[in-house]
């Protein structure tokens, strides 16, 4: 069974930084086989991509918002996908999901969540 746990988040300042983690484990799960992509979802809206990162090739894509100030990276031999965010920004409040996706195989962690107050 394939298992996402995210770890990293917390409360910060404005301005300030946070890298988030997503080890993923599990029989048969081949890692470098899937898109890793982080997504994050506020209260009262909908859950939306922040960045996500593919299986071969590494290309990368980021939501308009977020471009400049995160950056997403994977670590195949760990198992692992970061997000290092940078800036942070109050409207960057939100539970953060990490996501594993290929055909026919979707998984979703727990999530964390990141709050940005003073």
């Known amino acids: 069974q394939v298992q996402l746990v995210e770890s990293g988040g917390g409360l910060v300042q404005p301005g300030g930084s946070l890298r988030l983690s997503c080890v993923a484990s599990g029989l048969a799960f081949t890692f470098r086989t899937y898109d890793m992509g982080w997504y994050r979802q506020a209260p009262g809206k909908e859950r939306e991509l922040v960045a996500v990162?593919?299986?071969?090739?590494?290309?990368?894509n980021y939501a308009h918002s977020v471009k400049g100030r995160f950056t997403i990276s994977r670590d195949n031999a760990k198992n692992t996908v970061y997000l290092q965010m940078n800036s942070l920004k109050p409207e960057d409040t939100a539970v953060y999901y990490c996501?594993?996706?290929?055909?026919?195989?979707?998984?979703w962690g727990q999530g964390t969540q990141v709050t940005v107050s003073s």
């Open positions: 996501n594993a996706d290929r055909v026919r195989r979707n998984y």
């Open positions: 990162v593919a299986s071969a090739g590494g290309s990368i």
